[in-house]
């Protein structure tokens, strides 16, 4: 799984001001669940989120990047508003 297969879907669903994808795999190396998937950090800031919890933004996240699931192991969000 690339970081620009998951940036370029965060693009296409919120167009976001800010978006920093982050492969943090290298740091889980050995550990059990990195065969089946990357470990990321996302920071995005998009208008999409206003008026959403933090819950419903996590969401959203997650539905943008369904279709890349089998490749994510661990995703670490942060979802804010401009």
């Given at each position: 799984m690339s970081k620009?297969?998951?940036?370029?879907?965060l693009k296409n669903a919120f167009h976001p001001v800010h978006l920093n994808v982050i492969d943090d795999s290298a740091k889980h190396a050995g550990?059990?669940?990195?065969?089946?998937?990357g470990h990321f950090t996302v920071d995005i800031v998009s208008a999409a989120f206003e008026g959403k919890k933090a819950l419903e933004r996590?969401?959203?996240?997650?539905?943008?990047?369904?279709?890349l699931k089998g490749s994510i192991?661990?995703?670490?969000?942060?979802?804010?508003?401009?």
């Open positions: 620009a297969k998951i940036e370029q879907a550990h059990a669940g990195a065969k089946e998937g996590h969401r959203l996240v997650y539905a943008a990047l369904a279709p192991h661990a995703l670490a969000i942060k979802a804010r508003t401009p």
